[in-house]
C-alpha cells in the first residue's frame, strides 16, 4: 500500500511539475526523472543534484542515480506519518527548485 501510494503522490506532483518528466518504481524502489523541460525531455543532472541536496538538508536521504534521476527508497517498514512528512519535504523542493531554475 505504501508503494502505491508514494507513487501516486509522484505521478500527481508530476502532473502539475514542468521538471518531473518520469516517475517509476518497483516497490520502495522509486525512480523520479527530473528534466529540464517535459517538451524535450533533456535530462537535467543539475537540478536533480539540488534536489538531493535541499532535501537532505530538510532530513529527507534521497539520492541520484543514471543522469538525472532521483531514487527513493524508503525502509520497509515506514510509517504513513513518516512517508507524508518526506513526500511534503520532497515535493516542496522541487517545487522550489523548478520555480528558480533559471537561476541554478
Known amino acids: 500500500i505504501r508503494d502505491s501510494y508514494i507513487l501516486k503522490r509522484l505521478n500527481e506532483l508530476k502532473e502539475r511539475s514542468k521538471i518531473v518528466g518520469d516517475v517509476r518504481g518497483k516497490g520502495l524502489m522509486i525512480g523520479v526523472e527530473i528534466v529540464e523541460d517535459k517538451d524535450s525531455k533533456k535530462a ?5 543534484k539540488e ?3 535541499r532535501s537532505w538538508k530538510r532530513g529527507v ?3 541520484t542515480c543514471g543522469v538525472s534521476t532521483l531514487r527513493i527508497a524508503p525502509p520497509l517498514i515506514i510509517t504513513r506519518e513518516l512517508v507524508d512528512a518526506a513526500m511534503e519535504i520532497i515535493e516542496d523542493v522541487i517545487s522550489e527548485v523548478e ?4 537561476t541554478i
Open 44 to 48: 537535467a543532472p543539475d537540478l536533480a
Open 61 to 63: 536521504a534521497i539520492i
Open 51 to 53: 534536489i538531493m541536496m
Open 99 to 102: 520555480r528558480e531554475k533559471t
